[in-house]
């Protein structure tokens, strides 16, 4: 069982910024790959960003040189810095962990909006 905790969501204005974190309660380096996912009202979840053991990150086209995936192996903690944000990032963000199974976060809402 693993339990995901975000934190770090809310209302920001157009071009501002935002950092998420998500908590883990295992060691992270055994729950690659880890990610972050969103889903705004009406539309499917999507993929934002995957960080894998190695290191390697992938994003979403639309959120490529915006949005950094990022991990404190100290903290179990995995992050997700949001720049230049625009109103179409609003929705849930959500973390995501495998280990055999998929693990996902209760979710944050991320709203940008002037």
């Known amino acids: 069982q693993v339990q995901l905790v975000e934190s770090g969501g809310g209302l920001v204005q157009p071009g501002g910024s935002l950092r998420l974190s998500c908590a883990a309660s295992?060691?992270?380096?055994?729950?690659?790959?880890m990610g972050w996912y969103r889903q705004a009202p009406g539309k499917q979840r999507e993929l934002v960003a995957v960080l894998t053991s190695n290191g390697r990150t992938n994003y979403a086209d639309s959120v490529k040189g915006r949005f950094t995936i990022s991990r404190d192996n100290a903290k179990n903690t995995v992050y997700l810095q949001m720049n230049s944000l625009k109103p179409e990032d609003t929705a849930i963000y959500y973390c995501s962990a495998n280990y055999y199974l998929t693990y996902w976060g209760q979710g944050t809402q991320v709203t940008v909006s002037s």
């Open positions: 295992r060691v992270i380096s055994s729950l690659y790959p």
